[in-house]
Nanobody
Framework: VQLQASGGGLVQAGGSLRLSCAASGRTFSSYDMGWFRQAPGKEREFVAAISWSGGSTYYADSVKGRFTISRDNAKNTVYLQMNSLKPEDTAVYYC?????????????????WGQGTQVTVSS
């Protein structure tokens, strides 16, 4: 599967952005999906994940209550709604797909990665 992330940009602290990740292929609904982010000089970190059916979601503590992951299997797209953004949310955001064997916060469990979209939050 090929993944294309979009929706990043520059926003002031307290603002919102919605990221999208469009997937190619006809088996999108069989993949668990995740969002990760990587700030300059830091390791890539887990943000959120959603099961193949959309029935289960998982969040890093740092974004819980502010970010919402969702998916539309009919459109082969996963979303990340980001509210109450903080400067520390500034990073390149990546979507990723893994075979549907359960969610994971570990980068090496994911089989496919998108190219990333930059999110910059100004103070």
């Amino acid at each position: 599967v090929q993944l294309q992330a979009s929706g990043g940009g520059l926003v002031q602290a307290g603002g919102s952005l919605r990221l999208s990740c469009a997937a190619s292929g006809r088996t999108f609904s069989s993949y668990d999906m995740g969002w990760f982010r990587q700030a300059p000089g830091k390791e890539r970190e887990f943000v959120a994940a959603i099961s193949w059916s959309g029935g289960s979601t998982y969040y890093a503590d740092s974004v819980k209550g502010r970010f919402t992951i969702s998916r539309d299997n009919a459109k082969n797209t996963v979303y990340l709604q980001m509210n109450s953004l903080k400067p520390e949310d500034t990073a390149v955001y990546y979507c990723a797909a893994k075979y549907g064997s359960g969610w994971s916060a570990l980068t090496y469990d994911y089989n496919f990665w998108g190219q990333g979209t930059q999110v910059t939050v100004s103070s």
